[in-house]
């Protein structure tokens, strides 16, 4: 059963994320995977370079709180935009993020879910 909870802005530890090949992206899980519940949730802070391509294994839905940000299809068409811009990636989609100064709120279902 899903309990309440409150994370406050205090409590989320941001770590780098290497996987994002060059580009300098810091996150920080605010409902973690270990949480089990049907749906995580963090920030993630992107400046800089884009991330290598990889396949999702989880539907994704991200809202723009500062900055730029956005994502590329394997097709090469863009999706992105600034502050307020909500995005959402389908599981099972190929995408590579790219961000300028960014802060990113996402909610994703669980991996492999």
């Given at each position: 059963?899903?309990?309440?909870?409150?994370v406050?802005?205090?409590?989320?530890?941001?770590?780098a994320?290497?996987?994002?090949?060059n580009a300098?992206?810091?996150?920080?899980?605010?409902?973690?995977?270990a949480?089990?519940?049907p749906l995580?949730?963090g920030?993630?802070l992107?400046d800089?370079d884009?991330?290598?391509y990889?396949?999702?294994?989880?539907?994704e839905?991200?809202i723009?709180?500062?900055g730029?940000?956005g994502f590329?299809?394997?097709?090469?068409?863009r999706?992105e935009g600034?502050?307020q811009?909500?995005l959402?990636?389908?599981?099972?989609t190929?995408?590579?993020?790219?961000g300028?100064?960014?802060k990113?709120?996402y909610?994703?279902?669980?991996?492999?879910?």
């Open positions: 059963m899903i309990q309440p909870l409150q406050t802005a205090e409590q989320v530890h941001y770590r994320r290497p996987q994002s090949g300098r992206v810091e996150m920080g899980w605010s409902i973690p995977p949480d089990a519940g995580l949730a920030f993630a992107w800089g884009e991330s290598p990889k396949t999702l294994d989880y539907d839905v991200l723009v709180l500062e730029h940000f590329q299809l394997a097709s090469g068409e999706f600034g502050p811009t909500t959402r990636i389908p599981k099972s190929t995408v590579k993020y790219f300028s100064q960014a990113v709120f909610v994703i279902t669980p991996p492999g879910a």
